[in-house]
C-alpha cells in the first residue's frame, strides 16, 4: 500500500470550506484514493473514492491532478458536526487491509 | 440490522482473564474484518473473514487472540489471559466482497484491562 501524508491538524469556522491535501508519491497505477471520517467514539465512515479528476457526492469533493501524486478532500461550507479525523487511503480495488494513519483532526469552531 | 453492531460497548476485565467480543455485520456482507485502535493512533489491522474462513490473520499481536466467523454472520474475538496493553477500542466492519475499500465500521467496544 502506497504511503500518505496529511496534515495532522486542520481548524476552520462554520461555514467555511475545509480543505485537506494527502500526499501519495508512490502511488500506483492501480490504486484508488479513498477518505474515511471518524467522529469521536465511532467507528469510521467512508466518505468518498477516486481514481483521477474530480469526485463529488452528498458529503464531499475530491481532487486528484493528472499525476495522481497528491489529491484534496473538500468539505464544503463545514458546520460544528464536521468535527473530525479524516483519513486518505491509498490501495487497489481488493485491498482490504485499510492502513489508517493518523489522520487529520479538524476542529471547525462556532 | 441497517448497520454493523459490536456488543458489548464497553467492557472492563482483570488481567489475565479471558473476554468475548462480538460483531454482527450488515445482512450480505460476505467480508467481516477485526481492526484495533489505541487512544489517539489509527486503526491497526488484525484478521480478515472471507465468509467463515480467515484467508488474513496477520495481524493477530499473539497467540492468546483468536477470531471465528459462523458463515456469513457474527463473529466472536477472543482475547484470552487479557494484559492491559489490550486496552483499546475494538472496532469491526463489513463489506461487500467486491468493494472491500469500502468498510462499514460498527461503533466499537471498548476494553479496558485492569
Known amino acids: 500500500l502506497a504511503k500518505t501524508t496529511q496534515p495532522i491538524s486542520m481548524d476552520s469556522y462554520e461555514g467555511q470550506e475545509v480543505n485537506i491535501t494527502c500526499s501519495h508519491n508512490n502511488i500506483a497505477t492501480n490504486d484508488y484514493i479513498t477518505w474515511y471520517q471518524q467522529f469521536p467514539s465511532q467507528g469510521p465512515r467512508f466518505i468518498i473514492q477516486?481514481?483521477?479528476t474530480k469526485v463529488t457526492n452528498e458529503v464531499a469533493s475530491l481532487f486528484i491532478p493528472a499525476d495522481r501524486k497528491s489529491s484534496t478532500l473538500s468539505l464544503p461550507r463545514v458546520s460544528l458536526s464536521d468535527t473530525a479525523v479524516y483519513y486518505c487511503?491509498?490501495?487497489?480495488?481488493?485491498?482490504?487491509?485499510?492502513?489508517f494513519g493518523a489522520g487529520t483532526t479538524v476542529t471547525v469552531r462556532a | 440490522g441497517a448497520g454493523v453492531s459490536q456488543s458489548p460497548s464497553n467492557k472492563v476485565t482483570e488481567k489475565g482473564k479471558d473476554v468475548e467480543l462480538r460483531c454482527d455485520p450488515i445482512s450480505g456482507h460476505t467480508a467481516l474484518y477485526w481492526y484495533r485502535q489505541r487512544l489517539g493512533q489509527g486503526l491497526e489491522f488484525l484478521i480478515y473473514f472471507q465468509g467463515n474462513s480467515a484467508p488474513d490473520k496477520s495481524g493477530l499481536p499473539s497467540d492468546r487472540f483468536s477470531a471465528e466467523r459462523t458463515g456469513e454472520s457474527v463473529s466472536t474475538l477472543t482475547i484470552q489471559r487479557t494484559q492491559q496493553e489490550d486496552s483499546a477500542v475494538y472496532l469491526c466492519a463489513s463489506s461487500s466482497y467486491l468493494r472491500s475499500y469500502e468498510q462499514y465500521f460498527g461503533p466499537g467496544t471498548r476494553l479496558t484491562v485492569t
Open positions: 477516486g481514481y483521477k
Open positions: 487511503l491509498v490501495g487497489q480495488g481488493g485491498d482490504y487491509k485499510l492502513s
